[in-house]
């Protein structure tokens, strides 16, 4: 179970301070003991905390990246992803090209359907590159004609681990990944339902830093 805020706090309080009292404790948060008496009883049967008669809590060496990773590990794709930002495949380059900036994105997806059903991505590589070939109007080359087809695209569910989607980012060396859910009657048809950049996961590790809990949608 991942810890609150104030957990994290009290733990690296009796880390730093070594045996302490619970009033001690209370006093240095400006609590009452009776406040903490519900995150001290979690501290302790989560062994992150001990406890002597007499003398005080002290901290049994789980250090404050073990309780990092216990919380990364509760957090999904879906709890992290953003609104997807899509263009329809039967438009133009040129469409796309001020759809991604109206919208200031890096990377829109190629859709087909009222169901939004993946066919490729569109980077800003993508449309460079297209733009920089000699004779060529982006008003009359399709969509299709630019994107990285399904078949090579990286995709993550909603269901996966955050921590997973941080780490496709890095290993594909991409700035942006399609959550998507299969379709039941058809498992080869991917719908876009999200999208996880390195902003969502820059985002997620500043507000677990700050101890901030909740959702963490943009």
Known sequence: MPLSARQQKIAEI???TGFITGQQIADAL????????SDLAILTMSGVLDARPRVGY???GKNTLGMLQEELSSITVEDIRSVPIVVSGDKNAYDAAVTMFLEDVGTLFVVEGTEGLLQGVISRKDLLKA??????DLHALPVV?????LSKIVTISPEEPAA?????????EIDCLPVV???????KKLKVVGRVTKTNITRLLAELAEGKGGTYHS
């Not at 733009?131 to 060529?136: E, I, L, R, V």
């Not at 004609?145 to 087809?149: A, E, K, Q, Y």
């Open 145 to 149: 004609m630019v994107m990285t087809p």
């Open 181 to 187: 859910t299969v379709l039941e009657k058809q498992p």
């Open 164 to 172: 997973a989607a941080a780490r496709r980012l890095i290993d594909n």
């Open 14 to 16: 009796v880390r730093q």
């Open 30 to 37: 400006g609590l009452t003991r009776a406040a903490l008496r």
């Open 131 to 136: 733009a920089m070939n000699p004779g060529t």
């Open 58 to 60: 002290y901290y049994t």
